[in-house]
T-cell receptor
Framework: EPEVTQTPSHQVTQMGQEVILRCVPI?????FYWYRQILGQKVEFLVS????????KSEIFDDQFSVERPDGSNFTLKIRSTKLEDSAMYFC????????????FGPGTRLTVT | AQSVTQLGSHVSVSEGALVLLRCNYS??????LFWYVQYPNQGLQLLLK??????LVKGINGFEAEFKKSETSFHLTKPSAHMSDAAEYFC????????????FGSGTQLTVLP
C-alpha cells in the first residue's frame, strides 16, 4: 500500500541553524501539506501546496518557513533560522485532487532545537 | 472559523467494553469530518471519514462514527475494545469549500485495561 515517507525521523539542530525536512508524498497525489505538533499540543496546519505553489498557509508559516517540490517526488520544508519554539513533530501529508481530499500522513520528523 | 473539541483527554476502558470517544465541531458550512489514530512513534492513520450521505460511517479495525448535525457531533465508537486499540485518537474537520486544511482536536489517549 502506498504511503508517505519522511526523513529524517529525528533531527537535532542548534538555534539559528537552517534545517530541511524531507517528504515523499504518495505518487499520484496532487496536494501536499505540512503540519506540526508541539509536544502536548494539537496538530496544527502550516501550509498546503498545489501545482508548484502555496495554496494556503497559516499564521504560523511566517517568513522563516518555505516549501519546495524540487523534483517529481520530494516535498521539503525549510526552516531558515530555527528557534527553540520550533521544536515539534512535523508531519507531511498528501491527498488526491478529487473527493473530500482525505489526507494521508507520514510518520513525522521530530525536530529538536537546542 | 472551524474548531474541534474532544471531550476527555484520557479515556480508559476494559478489554471487551464499549469504546466511546467524543468529538464536537463547529463549522459555518457543511463539514467533512475525520478520525485519525496515532500509535506510539507512528504517524496519523486515517480511521474513517464523513463526507455526505449516510451519517453512520464505518472505518477500519471495527470503529464507526455517527454524524449528528443537530448536535454538531461526530463521536467514535467500537463495540468491544481490544488491547491493540490503545493509541491516541484525533478528530479533525475540513470545511467543504476550497480550503483543504484540517483542523484537529486536542486528541484523546485511549487506554485498554486487561
Amino acid at each position: 500500500e502506498p504511503e508517505v515517507t519522511q526523513t529524517p525521523s529525528h533531527q537535532v539542530t542548534q538555534m539559528g541553524q537552517e534545517v530541511i525536512l524531507r517528504c515523499v508524498p504518495i505518487s499520484n497525489h496532487l496536494y501536499f501539506y505540512w503540519y506540526r505538533q508541539i509536544l502536548g499540543q494539537k496538530v496544527e496546519f502550516l501550509v498546503s501546496f498545489y501545482n508548484n505553489e502555496i495554496s494556503e498557509k497559516s499564521e504560523i508559516f511566517d517568513d522563516q518557513f518555505s516549501v519546495e517540490r524540487p523534483d517529481g517526488s520530494n516535498f521539503t520544508l525549510k526552516i531558515r533560522s530555527t528557534k527553540l519554539e520550533d521544536s515539534a513533530m512535523y508531519f507531511c501529508a498528501s491527498s488526491t485532487g478529487t473527493g473530500p481530499y482525505e489526507q494521508y500522513f507520514g510518520p513525522g520528523t521530530r525536530l529538536t532545537v537546542t | 472559523a472551524q474548531s474541534v473539541t474532544q471531550l476527555g483527554s484520557h479515556v480508559s476502558v476494559s478489554e471487551g467494553a464499549l469504546v466511546l470517544l467524543r468529538c464536537n465541531y463547529s463549522s459555518s458550512v457543511p463539514p467533512y469530518l475525520f478520525w485519525y489514530v496515532q500509535y506510539p512513534n507512528q504517524g496519523l492513520q486515517l480511521l474513517l471519514k464523513y463526507t455526505t450521505g449516510a451519517t453512520l460511517v464505518k472505518g477500519i479495525n471495527g470503529f464507526e462514527a455517527e454524524f449528528k448535525k443537530s448536535e454538531t457531533s461526530f463521536h467514535l465508537t467500537k463495540p468491544s475494545a481490544h488491547m491493540s486499540d490503545a493509541a491516541e485518537y484525533f478528530c479533525a474537520v475540513r470545511t467543504s469549500g476550497s480550503a483543504r486544511q484540517l483542523t484537529f482536536g486536542s486528541g484523546t489517549q485511549l487506554t485498554v485495561l486487561p
